[in-house]
Every structure is written in structure tokens, then in C-alpha cells.
């Protein structure tokens, strides 16, 4: 079945550091991705999406882009904040199910230093 | 972005009893809802898909007779962990989606469900 695999954290860095958290899926067809970020003590939010090869979504300085080749969606943000402190959840949308469900990698915890 | 409202955030009950949790698009009309749980440190797990008027959709390995799941109107979903146990501890949260198979999908603040 379809999946997502992201690494793993945590993760801490400096401020204004570089950030990659990887991200690679198993999927039919051209599913959706997705990235969600959780901050402490609450739900989630959507941070990007892309929704065919070769898109890049961007939000708040974090990039990712669609490489079907690859079969990744890796997030990057060229200078972090103390604020981007959070969970970061890598996600597919399923085309093979009619409810569209969405699935979710493991979750990375960003820690950022400042 | 729309807004999807969960009630409680957080409830403690006791062994045995029975807790309902809300879910609630505040400004469009959800014809999809969603219910996951996440354990600490964990992603989060489909628990199952509601329709709108019709009977949700469990996951595999989810009790349907344990997690009652209501989908009455298109704005309100409700989550009734019944004969609660302290395996049922967890962070529950719901996402709901509008009309359209393209349309995005809004997550609630999540419940925090203690069982003692």
C-alpha cells in the first residue's frame, strides 16, 4: 500500500542554520504531498503542498519540490528560526482510495537553538 | 485557511465509561471527516473516514464497536470512545474536508484523552 518515509529526528540546529528533512513515498499513480507542521500542544497545519512532478510548494521560507523520479518531496528552509521549533509531518493524498485519505510519515521534531 | 474546531481539548475519564469527542468545520461544509490518533512521539493513524449520512469506514484493526463515529450534518462529526481503557490514552484529532476530490483537508486542534 501507499506509505511515507521521512527521517527521523529529532533534529536540532542553530538559528539561521540550513534545513533539509527528507521525505520519500510509495504510491500508485500521482498522489498529492504534503507537509504539516504541529507545534506544541496543537493540531496541524498545512505547511505546502504540490500537487504533480516537478511542482514546488513554498510557504514561510520552507520550499519543497515534487520529484517523481526520486519519489521524494525533501523540506528546506535556507535559514531557520526559534519559531520553526516544532513536529514536521511529511504526507501523501492517495488517489487509490475514493475517500481520498491522507497518510502520514513518522513525524521529525525540529528543535532550533537560539 | 477554513477552521475546524474540536471540543475538548482535553478530557479525563475513568475506566469504563464513555467519552464523546466533537468535530466541527466552523465555516465550510465537510462532506468528508476524518479521525486519527496519535500516540507520543508517533504519527498520526487513520482511525476511519465518515461520510456525510452514512456509516464511516474503519481502518484496519480499529473496533467500529469501540470508536463510534457519527457524521449527522455536514459541519458536526462526533468520536465516542465507548467502555474506555487506559490504552486508550492517546491524542485524537479530526480533519475535515469539503466538496471536490481536490479540496484540502483541515485538521482540529486534537483531544487529549486521559483514561484513569
Known amino acids: 500500500g501507499d506509505s511515507v518515509t521521512q527521517m527521523e529526528g529529532p533534529v536540532t540546529l542553530s538559528e539561521e542554520a540550513f534545513l533539509t528533512i527528507n521525505c520519500t513515498y510509495t504510491?500508485?499513480?500521482?498522489?498529492?504531498l504534503f507537509w504539516y507542521v504541529q507545534y506544541p500542544g496543537e493540531g496541524l497545519q498545512l505547511l505546502l503542498k504540490?500537487?504533480?512532478?516537478?511542482d514546488k510548494g513554498s510557504n514561510k521560507g520552507f520550499e519543497a519540490t515534487y520529484r517523481k523520479e526520486t519519489t521524494s518531496f525533501h523540506l528546506e528552509k535556507g535559514s531557520v528560526q526559534v519559531s520553526d521549533s516544532a513536529v514536521y509531518f511529511c504526507?501523501?493524498?492517495?488517489?487509490?482510495?475514493?475517500?481520498?485519505?491522507?497518510?502520514f510519515g513518522s513525524g521529525t521534531r525540529l528543535s532550533i537553538r537560539p | 485557511g477554513a477552521v475546524v474546531s474540536q471540543h475538548p481539548s482535553w478530557v479525563i475519564c475513568k475506566s469504563g465509561t464513555s467519552v464523546k469527542i466533537e468535530c466541527r468545520s466552523l465555516?465550510?461544509?465537510?462532506?468528508?471527516m476524518f479521525w486519527y490518533r496519535q500516540f507520543p512521539k508517533q504519527s498520526l493513524m487513520l482511525m476511519a473516514t465518515?461520510?456525510?449520512?452514512?456509516?464511516?469506514?474503519?481502518e484496519q484493526g480499529v473496533e467500529k464497536d469501540k470508536f463510534l463515529i457519527n457524521h449527522a450534518s455536514l459541519t458536526l462529526s462526533t468520536l465516542t470512545v465507548t467502555s474506555a481503557h487506559p490504552e486508550d490514552s492517546s491524542f485524537y484529532i479530526c480533519?475535515?474536508?469539503?466538496?471536490?476530490?481536490?479540496?484540502?483537508?483541515?485538521f482540529g486542534q486534537g483531544t487529549r484523552l486521559t483514561v484513569v
Open positions: 480533519s475535515a474536508r469539503g466538496v471536490g476530490s481536490g479540496a484540502e483537508a483541515f
Open positions: 465555516d465550510f461544509q465537510a462532506t468528508t
Open positions: 504540490a500537487t504533480k512532478a516537478d
Open positions: 504526507a501523501l493524498r492517495s488517489i487509490s482510495s475514493s475517500a481520498s485519505k491522507i497518510i
Open positions: 465518515s461520510n456525510e449520512g452514512s456509516k464511516a469506514t474503519y
Open positions: 504510491a500508485t499513480g500521482y498522489p498529492s
